[in-house]
């Protein structure tokens, strides 16, 4: 057995002293209502289409929405807005950037001078970047907020459940043999920590033929239906291929991108607050 650090959020003994409850309080003056973090097992499905598409469509129902870019090590979320502002800081807490319809957003690239610059940190630094982003950060009568967690199930997925109060997860996924696998990891870690899951969005499900409107299976026949059964996973969606979806995010547009494929997992969501 190691020598104790004292730091029970990286430990994995069943020390009698363990602390059970990390959960950080946001700055004085922040509110936040509910929080969903948009998880997955692996990399490259999608999860910041997912983040922002439902921040886009919580905020088109009259709500106020924010994004926590979690990902610190490859941050998207301000590409998909358009926004290459940087976040101001003052002594006492950072400002949020509002986007055009005024969700609001924190990444690092908000933060870094230039948003090429490479964050080559261990994992400790960046689980506790994560953290300020949460307690550091003065986010303003937020109703639904929504954390874009990196890939896998490692330091910043468990800091973010540990630290931060997590509502629900939505779990993002694609059409692909390891499907089962990767949806179980993100699963048994939700249900480790106690929360519930939401839904699960399976990405690149099909794409469309513009001319003859057929579908067309990609990446391989959707497994959405089965594998939310499997889970005990209630709701569930899928998402197409789409070129113009995805030539409006490169370009910045994502608040213009129509919001009915995301409806019923924006659905799932609010009622959170019912």
């Not at 439902?54 to 610190?72: N, P």
């Not at 519930?196 to 959405?224: Q, T, W």
């Not at 594998?227 to 969606?237: D, E, L, P, Q």
């Not at 490169?250 to 959170?272: K, S, Y």
């Amino acid at each position: 057995m190691s020598e104790c650090t004292h730091d029970c959020s990286s430990c994995g003994s069943n020390c009698p002293s363990r602390q059970t409850d990390f959960k950080k309080e946001l700055h004085e003056g922040a509110s936040v209502k509910k929080v969903i973090a948009v998880v997955s097992g692996k990399g490259g499905v999608g999860k910041s289409l997912v983040t922002s598409l439902l921040a886009c469509e919580m905020q088109r129902r009259g709500y106020h929405a924010a994004v926590l870019d979690a990902d610190i090590t490859g941050p998207s979320i301000p590409t998909a807005f358009g926004i290459e502002q940087h976040a101001y800081a003052t002594d006492e807490y950072l400002l949020p950037v509002s986007t055009q319809s005024g969700i609001q957003l924190m990444s690092m690239n908000l933060i870094l001078e230039q948003e090429t610059a490479p964050v080559v940190w261990r994992g400790p630094v960046i689980a506790g970047a994560v953290t300020q982003f949460w307690t550091d950060v003065m986010w303003q009568d937020v109703d639904f907020m929504f954390v874009d967690m990196p890939p896998g199930t490692g330091d910043v997925p468990l800091t973010v459940f540990q630290s931060l109060p997590v509502d629900g997860v939505i779990i993002v996924t694609s059409p692909q043999d390891l499907v089962s696998m990767i949806v179980a990891k993100a699963v048994n870690m939700a249900a480790m920590m106690n929360i519930p899951v939401l839904a699960l969005v399976e990405n690149m499900s099909y794409f469309k033929c513009p001319d003859c409107g057929k579908e067309h299976a990609i990446f391989g026949e959707s497994r959405v239906e089965e594998t939310a059964r499997s889970f005990g996973i209630a709701h569930f969606a899928r998402l197409p291929i789409n070129p113009a979806v995805a030539a409006k995010v490169d370009a910045g547009e994502i608040e213009a991108v129509d919001g009915a494929m995301i409806a019923p997992v924006a659905q799932i969501v609010e009622e959170l607050l019912k």
